[in-house]
């Protein structure tokens, strides 16, 4: 049976050479390591607190600074983002785990705002006046997709970059 992935369309997140701001289900943002979108930085400090700046001032952060040492943050592939420390014990999670299934993608958009898609979870610090995002969503009872735009119709881009991966 062919298995549909869809990574999901983003409006003018991705840079034209790299996307520095994308973490993928199974990957991991180690100590010292930042996802980074134009002035704003996800962090993941020596200090196992996650910290979202902007301009170098903090916005947002997981509150764990001082719960332990070495840590990473992990998208897992149930849905979960977790911040685990050297010994693989939990620190801090979303608690959005779910028996669906992915793809899940974690962005640092450049509203400022760090979502991890396919899931309900978001940082919520986007900023006034943002590009906006194109979003697909997937039902999980069916095999039907829509397109949906999230940005404000006088800010109406028109530019979208959309990312589809087909597995069959």
């Known amino acids: 049976m062919a298995v549909l992935v869809i990574l999901f369309a983003v409006l003018l997140l991705l840079p034209s050479s790299m996307a520095n701001n994308i ?19 996800l962090t993941m400090q020596t200090n196992c607190n996650l910290v979202l700046s902007d301009n170098d001032h903090a916005v947002w952060s997981s509150n764990t600074g001082g719960k332990g040492t070495n840590c990473y ?38 509203n400022r705002n760090v979502v991890l898609y396919d899931s309900k979870w978001a940082t919520n610090t986007y900023t ?28 109406e881009p028109t530019n979208r970059k959309i990312a589809m991966v087909t597995n069959n």
Do not use: C, F
Request: hydrophobic letters at 35%.
């Open 23 to 41: 973490l993928y289900e199974g990957e991991t943002l180690k100590t010292g390591q930042s996802l980074t979108e134009g002035v704003y930085t």
């Open 73 to 110: 943050l992990s998208v897992q592939t149930d849905g979960n983002l977790v911040i685990y420390d050297k010994a693989t014990n939990v620190i801090w999670s979303s608690d959005t785990w779910s028996r669906w299934g992915g793809p899940y993608i974690l962005i640092l958009q450049r």
């Open 128 to 155: 006034a006046n943002s590009e906006g995002v194109v979003i697909v969503k997937k039902d999980h009872n069916d095999t039907s997709i829509t397109a949906e735009v999230v940005v404000p119709a006088a800010d």
